[in-house]
């Protein structure tokens, strides 16, 4: 009785094919699965690494934000009014991904990060804060909520 176990011997009895023509067909057969894996592999992964990426940058100007609000406050308090432009040592994102905005109106202020580049396409948008320590967002498909707290 033949046995059907299937190993090479088994694919070649089957196929009737020549060894040295199996194994030429065996690793243009690999090399196919191996991309296709590949393909499928940086599909799933690469939609997550840019949510990452762009999470990473938003904390970012998350901090700037708070340490321009911090330094304001502490201007504020020495000076008795808030001051009418920030130097460029009072705030910065160090990845470039943000481009920061003061606003002084009347007695209060608001401090924008506005995205650029590939930052641009975040979900959270324009992040703002102002005087009273309300965060917001502007130009956001997600809550104000959501982006500070993600």
Known sequence: MMSWWL???A???LVRLPAHMFRR????????LVLSLVGLLTQWALPSAIEWMQRARRNE???ALLQSA???ERYAAAQGR????????????PSQSYRLNYTLSGPGYTVLAVPLGAQASDPCGSLSLDQAGT????????SAQTCWSR
């Open 7 to 9: 190993g090479t011997g």
């Open 11 to 13: 694919i070649l009895w």
């Open 25 to 32: 067909s065996m690793s243009l057969l690999t090399l196919l």
């Open 61 to 63: 100007a998350r901090l």
């Open 70 to 72: 911090h330094w304001l």
């Open 82 to 93: 808030y001051p009418e432009l920030l130097p460029d040592s009072a705030w910065s994102v």
């Open 135 to 142: 965060r917001g967002v502007r130009l956001a498909s997600w």
